[in-house]
């Protein structure tokens, strides 16, 4: 079968996209000043800019946004009377984590065994990049036959809310009819798929204070309250004995009624080790995709290296809290406030820092834009059909997008499958996927433009 013009067009810039792919993941573009400089971030964001005016955009600009960051925005007109599409992508991206447990370099692109590793690979400059391929194809074969807006935002993986307070202070910048969020990924590698859920978020950083200062274990130690000891009680109390996430008063029952998880091929891309159980109840999806789940992402106390037989005075944790369709994440902030409050031993004192906070979010799947995305992958993906699947992350802007355009389409598509590992070391994308999707993308570009002709 005769490949079509713009798969064939994607092909053959597939070599250019790896060297832009290079060039971008080499930037450590992690946004907190206290893992990279700033001066990383400054970088990727002119890199991006860079390559839309490249490609014709006008109105380049970087917006500096409230939370600090940098998003960077672009136009690209269309014909008259065609519609406009929105597309997204970030290039912040995760710390490296323990660099000696990377394989390769994480901020070099490394090829290996048909996969591109480096941090940002896939989640979310392999994103951009495919934003590229597509628009790239299409003005190869015909033009691009809608108005593009193409936003790339500086800080999503800190959750911090710039881009969403700047986009609410300027709603005129982000309208559009569809907006197509390049930020999630295939159910598996080869299985066309969209998002259809995201779960919201909501972090807490949390002390306990329970000393002046840290005394001498042996002359204290049974009687003086320990700090590290009353936060493992409280951390304890979020879980049930099944591992369900506990938090007193948000429901944890609801159930994933759409494309389910078998259990096997869940354990295998998360690399659980053999014998270790899967905590919660009910299916791999209700876990995943239709529960609450809470995870401690960080504990500061006495570090093992250098540590003294001391009681500690005071620990602190950050709690992750991801928050399923249907709940609102404010509400279960206060909710997980006051459950630790209540959980806290020996009346020790309790602090809060609210690190992040997003809405989950649920799509309209029959909507045209579905229609047109689903065609799209079929030519991309023959012999498969697209599936919708629920997601575990967040992606807090577009419930903002959401409520600022009630009108627009969201769709949400990415590189970000099982084997990717994003936000774990050995990051990585397929460049397969990145090809089908870019096709996919420009197919439904050119799908989405008829159906509004029609």
């Known amino acids: 079968m005769t490949a079509h013009p713009i798969a064939e067009t994607v092909a053959s810039l597939m070599p250019r996209a790896k060297t832009e792919l290079t060039e971008l993941v080499a930037f450590q573009s992690v946004a907190d000043e206290a893992v990279a400089p700033r001066s ?58 323990d660099e000696s447990a990377w394989v390769s370099p994480p901020f070099e692109l490394t090829e290996r065994e048909g996969r591109w590793y480096g941090r940002g690979a896939a989640d979310c400059k392999g994103g951009f990049i495919m934003h590229l391929l597509a628009l790239r194809a299409l003005k190869a074969n015909g033009g691009v036959p809608v108005a593009v807006k193409v936003i790339v935002e500086g800080s999503e993986e800190q959750g911090t809310g710039g881009l969403e307070r700047y986009a609410e202070a300027h709603p005129e910048l982000l309208t559009a009819d569809a907006i197509v969020i390049g930020d999630t990924g295939n159910f598996r ?74 259990e096997g091929e869940f354990r295998h891309d998360a690399k659980v080790l053999d014998g270790v159980e899967l905590p919660g109840t009910g299916t791999v999806a209700d876990r995943i995709w239709a529960r609450p789940a809470v995870t401690v992402i960080g504990i500061d106390c006495h570090p093992v290296a250098g540590a003294t037989p001391s009681v500690p005075a005071s620990a602190r944790a950050q709690i992750s809290l991801r928050v399923p369709p249907g ?11 006051a459950h630790i409050e209540k959980h806290v031993p020996w009346n020790a004192r309790v602090s809060f820092e609210q690190v992040g906070q997003g809405q989950p979010f649920r799509a309209d799947v029959n909507s045209p834009a579905y229609t047109a995305m689903a065609e799209a992958m079929a030519v991309a993906y023959p012999g498969e059909k697209m599936q919708s699947s629920g997601m575990g992350g967040s992606i807090p802007l577009c419930n903002t997008l959401a409520t600022l355009y009630p009108q627009a389409e969201i769709l949400l598509i990415g590189l970000s499958e099982p084997e990717a590992q994003i936000h774990a070391v050995n990051e990585s994308v397929s460049p397969e996927e990145l090809e089908r999707l870019s096709v996919a993308e420009a197919h439904f570009l050119v799908n989405y433009a008829h159906s509004k002709r029609s």
């Open 327 to 337: 709940q609102d994440a404010a509400e279960a902030t206060k909710l997980l406030r």
């Open 189 to 262: 590698v080869g299985l066309p798929t969209v998002t259809s859920t995201l779960r919201g978020m909501t972090m807490i950083r949390v002390r306990v204070d329970t000393l002046e200062g840290n005394l001498h274990s042996g002359q204290f130690g049974g009687a003086a309250p320990d700090a590290l000891a009353a936060l493992i009680r409280v951390l304890d109390s979020l879980r049930d004995e099944h591992g369900q996430t506990v938090v007193d008063g948000l429901a944890a029952d609801s159930e994933w009624d759409g494309l389910q998880y078998p």
């Open 40 to 97: 990383e971030c400054e970088a990727a964001a002119n890199w991006v800019a860079d390559a839309l005016r490249t490609e014709g955009f006008q109105d380049v600009a970087l917006l500096d946004t409230p939370d600090g960051s940098q998003s960077v925005y672009g136009l690209l007109p269309g014909p008259e009377g065609a519609p406009t599409v929105l597309l997204y992508a970030h290039y912040d991206v995760q710390p490296k984590l």
